[in-house]
């Protein structure tokens, strides 16, 4: 019985190796090495525990004394600190880890509602049509009419005010992923809407019908699955604009606070000290939410390329 599985196995991941994408992966060295910078960043911003030298949300392991110490290769700098220390004394490679960390935990909670979103949005104006689908859509004009970056400044604003800063700071992940979220929907609804009338009038949609399933088992398990190739696509384009919403927002001060840092609030907290000679403390963190949303965009146009067979050239 293991010898069979493990031949499953093997066989399952000789397809993969094998498939167009794969090979097409493999010739591709921009693509490759744009996968092997994310899952560089990915890997130790997850391990940032066990690598970071220090620990940025620990206040016993912060002295204000330390404050602004330069990088190793620049004069004055301390060797304990390889990037420096920020405005508040922090060691900014741990800092970095940690920020990383959270920045892409926002923008993945936030693409993954605004999938579940607009992907539920989608198949039901597709399938149902009708007055329910013009509703649903213009729904979507209205909030494609508004730009992200205004709806959450908005939202964040009348958030803080209500709530006050203290509460607003201690959830401040949850208000940003739901606000980014909520936000970005119609991108996904569009795209599925428009496979749900391509397939809904083919003769597998039929034949299901005929044999008595119901319309959510029909949007589901027959018409999703084809529209999942442009998902993917979106998806990658819109984790790299969820993470430079987020950055974007701390760095106006309705994002994350700087108790618990992110690339945009360290940004942010550096950018006052940036004419004083500190530039360190928002030049890299800069370089890496560049690099990091540069590598998303790349893989997001590569897969693009391939999953569309009028662009993919093999």
């Known amino acids: 019985m293991s010898m069979t599985t493990n031949a499953a196995e093997a066989s399952r991941w000789s397809r993969i190796w094998d498939s167009n994408m ?43 004394m330390n404050s602004e110490y330069p990088p190793v290769w620049v004069d004055g700098s301390d060797p304990q600190f390889m990037f420096g220390t920020d405005d508040q004394g922090r060691d900014l490679w741990s800092t970095i880890l940690y920020g ?23 198949l039901i104006a597709g399938y149902v049509g009708g007055r329910l689908d013009s509703l649903l859509m213009r729904m979507a004009d ?18 803080q005010a209500m709530f006050g800063s203290e509460t607003f700071n201690q959830y401040a992940v949850y208000f940003l992923i ?12 569009r ?25 959510l088992r029909i949007m589901v398990r027959h018409i999703l699955p084809n529209s999942l190739s442009p998902i993917f696509v979106i998806s990658t384009v819109q984790v790299a604009n969820a993470i430079i919403s987020e950055a974007s ?6 994002g994350m606070p700087p108790s618990q840092p992110s690339l945009g609030s360290l940004i942010s907290s550096g950018f006052d000290y940036i004419f004083s000679g500190s530039w360190w403390i928002t030049a890299i963190p800069g ?28």
């Not at 909030?143 to 400044?153: E, K, N």
């Not at 795209?191 to 319309?215: I, M, Q």
């Open 22 to 64: 794969a090979y097409s992966f493999r010739r591709n060295p921009v693509a490759v090495v744009s996968l092997a910078i994310f899952a560089f960043i990915t890997v130790m911003s997850l391990l940032a525990p066990l690598i970071a030298p220090f620990d940025p949300y620990d206040p016993a392991q912060i002295d204000i």
């Open 100 to 122: 990383t960390r959270l920045s892409l935990l926002i923008g993945l909670c936030a693409v993954a509602l605004q999938a579940f979103l607009g992907i539920s949005i989608g």
């Open 142 to 159: 209205i909030q494609l009419s508004f730009s992200t970056l205004m709806v959450a400044i908005i939202f964040l604003a009348v958030t």
């Open 178 to 189: 739901a606000v980014i979220g909520v936000a970005e929907w119609p991108q996904y609804a």
């Open 191 to 215: 795209t599925v809407r428009a496979t749900v009338l391509a397939e809904k009038k083919k003769e597998y949609v039929d034949s299901a019908r005929v044999l008595g399933f119901g319309p």
């Open 249 to 254: 927002l701390s760095f106006l001060g309705l």
């Open 287 to 314: 370089v890496v939410l560049v690099v990091l949303v540069l590598v998303i965009n790349l893989l997001g146009d590569w897969m693009r390329d391939v999953l569309n067979p009028k662009l993919y050239k093999g």
